[in-house]
């Protein structure tokens, strides 16, 4: 069963108003949306996600609680013009839960898990034509290296692209996780489990998802209300970094501005952090995919 991470500090964060206009950005099987939904009475939930299965499930969920909810069967990217679709033109709170899904996880024929044998796909949306496979077996040792290093900082990168090519065509999951453990030292591959960082590179490369997530949280940022805020929950580094920096760069001024005595109004941010939080260790004892999960808040305090 699917537990959604971090769900109390989340719900606390977006300061629900009965009336309030919130998006949850990846529904995913519905944990954050419901309990959001119970909240808002006279608001609306907005929630996105591409996978039709995902969708399914999670309306069959949501009927039991409420009517006032859409689901906007598509990638979180396209938020800003699916909104405008709608004629809304402010959110009260954005929520953006960026871990794939346990049942994306545990369903055998996603491919997105090296501890089950299944087709190389690792796609979150299972229309799009670009799958793990495409990655695996056609992309060049250049790319394979960039994709290994930049989105999994996998060290060992390179020698693990090297006998990809050489071991074409690979087509499951267990394949290509038995390459990449003889690839590397068994050192390593005593430490932790050595396809976790290349399965997560090829996942990211496959979705898009450092670049789908940085043009949402700015279209995010764009359409937040005053007073509204954005709960960001990332699992790794990559997206941890972009969603800090992003943060940090609304909500600061600039540094030739700070030696003045008086800040005109107007070149104040218009954004302030409320703060970073992480799993308690109670939760990350009863879920362990929270330990590496962390929350990040802004509030929109000016327009």
């Given at each position: 069963m699917?537990?959604?991470v971090?769900l109390?500090?989340?719900i ?7 009336n309030s ?7 995913g099987?519905?944990g954050h949306?419901?309990e959001i939904l119970k909240q ?7 929630a996105f ?19 006032n909810?859409?689901?906007i069967e ?5 938020l ?5 679709k709608r ?12 871990g ?22 690792m ?10 496979y ?13 994709i ?7 060290k ?34 005593r430490?932790k ?5 290349v399965f ?5 490369e496959v ?5 789908v997530?940085?043009?949402a949280l700015k279209?995010?940022l764009?359409?937040?209300s005053?007073n509204g ?11 941890d ?7 940090k760069?609304v909500?600061?001024?600039p540094d030739?501005?700070?030696?003045l005595?008086?800040?005109p ?5 218009k ?5 970073t ?13 929270a330990?590496s ?10 327009r």
């Open positions: 699917h537990k959604s971090l109390e500090e989340c606390k964060n977006l300061t629900l108003q009965d206009v919130i998006v949850d950005c990846t529904l099987f519905a949306s419901s808002i009475p006279n608001g609306k939930l907005y996600d591409q996978d039709s299965y995902a969708v399914a499930t999670s309306k069959k969920r949501l009927e039991e609680i409420a009517s909810y859409e689901i598509t990638n979180f990217v396209h800003k013009e699916e909104l405008q004629n809304v033109e402010s959110v009260d709170g954005f929520l953006f839960d960026l794939v899904s346990s049942p994306q996880l545990d369903e055998d024929m996603r491919g997105f898990s090296f501890h089950k044998d299944a087709k190389l796909d796609r979150m949306n299972p229309n799009q034509a670009l799958s793990a495409e990655v695996v077996n056609q992309y060049s040792y250049e790319d394979l290296t960039r290994f290093y930049t989105y999994g900082e996998e060992y990168g390179s020698s693990i692209a090297k006998a990809i090519i050489k071991k074409r065509p690979i087509k499951t999951t267990l394949e290509l996780t038995e390459i990449i453990k003889l690839n590397v030292p068994e050192k390593y591959r430490e489990h050595p396809a976790r960082k997560q590179a090829i996942r990211i979705n898009d998802e450092l670049n997530f940085e043009k279209d995010a764009e359409l937040l005053v805020r954005i709960c960001v929950i990332t699992f790794h580094s990559l997206e970094r972009i969603c800090k920096k992003i943060m760069e909500s600061s001024i030739t501005l700070k030696k005595p008086v800040i109004e107007e070149l104040q941010s954004y302030k952090i409320i703060g939080f992480h799993p308690t260790i109670k939760e990350v004892e009863e879920n362990n995919r330990r999960a962390k929350l990040r808040v802004i509030e929109r305090i000016k």
